[in-house]
């Protein structure tokens, strides 16, 4: 039965390779510098890595936004959030899986009458608004610094153009380890705080824990979704915003990389607090939203002009009802699956005893000043009927 409940954090990994990875290779497939199965396995390897590796630091805000404390919940709010990046992909507009979590745990919290925590869903909505400005002005200091570069040091055309194929693929693997290390926490973050999973040691030479075991099936879901399903996205994000030069094209990749690995980085986090400078917060941010935010700087930066605008509008009404419909779905799920079937969605007296192990399994070296917001600690109230 446990597997069953997985069932549905491995459908949100497929959408979410079969979506976002065309946030990293799409414009490098779709300005045909880089061949689509290429993209996909040096996708699908460092997007492996990454959820493995790093994949802690994103999860612990989703853990305090929303402590779903039961198997069956957890279930509903990784389906809810997967169907509705399914259908935001038959649309063929790339969605925010990190925004359909959001609007799932959030339906989560309103069906089992559990507060909000307020101040981490004000710093995740900050980012979505962060996240794509940042990425559009590194997109536009990196193609500046560029297009300097480039008749400074006299590069051949012949040299340039392979010097950027190679670059493209260098940049998209960053940017794959960077998507596996901040988006994990959407594929099964919900799920760590019930792991059916114990500490394991593979093939007898590599240990994991509970969680770090759950990334792994989780980050091999969005490698299936890379190759089964992620090639009509790539074109869309490759071509349908702005036509992109093989150059643009790789300060895109590069820009929405760093925004990704900024947001996700633990280490980073505590090399900036050891200095006494201001952390970003570790929040799984959109990678659909930076690489758009990326391209169109880059659209603004030449005039604007060639922006499909239409385009661009199209892909914006998906990021505001994506989070909408998979709150509404969870909701909905939650009730069906209680009230028909009869499963336990939330638990209300785990709530106290079970949180602070979840914190200390997924982020070990939390920061100072991270302490378990008040609504962990209270006992939750009883599911509704």
Known sequence: ???????????????????DAANVFGTAVGSRMVKFHTAAICCSIFVLLGAVISGAGAS????????????????????????????MIRLRYPASTSQAIVGAILGWNFFSNTPTDTFELTRIVMTWVACPTLAAITAIIFYKLAGFLIPFCKISLFRLDKWTRNGLILVGAFGSYSLGANNIANVVGVFVPVSPFGDVTLFGLLPLTSAQLLFLIGGIAIAV?????????????????????????????WAHSLVLFLFSSQSLEAFLRDMGLPTLPLVPVSSSQAIVGAVVGMGLLKGGRGIRWKTVGGIACGWVTTPVIAGIVSFICLSVL????????????????KQPAIIETIAPAAAPGHELPAVLLQQGAEPRS
């Open 1 to 19: 039965m446990s597997l069953f409940f997985l069932s549905s954090g491995m459908f949100l990994g497929w959408s979410l390779g079969a979506n």
């Open 60 to 87: 612990e805000t989703l853990g305090k936004l929303g402590a779903v404390n039961a198997l069956a919940g957890a279930f509903v709010v990784a389906f809810s959030a997967a169907a509705s990046v399914y259908m």
């Open 225 to 253: 979704g890379v190759f089964t399903y992620s090639r009509h996205t790539m074109q869309t994000v490759g071509g349908g915003i702005f036509k992109l030069s093989p150059v643009m094209a790789l300060v895109a990749v």
């Open 338 to 353: 209680q009230n028909v079937f009869m499963q336990t969605v939330y638990d209300g007296s785990k709530i106290a005893q």
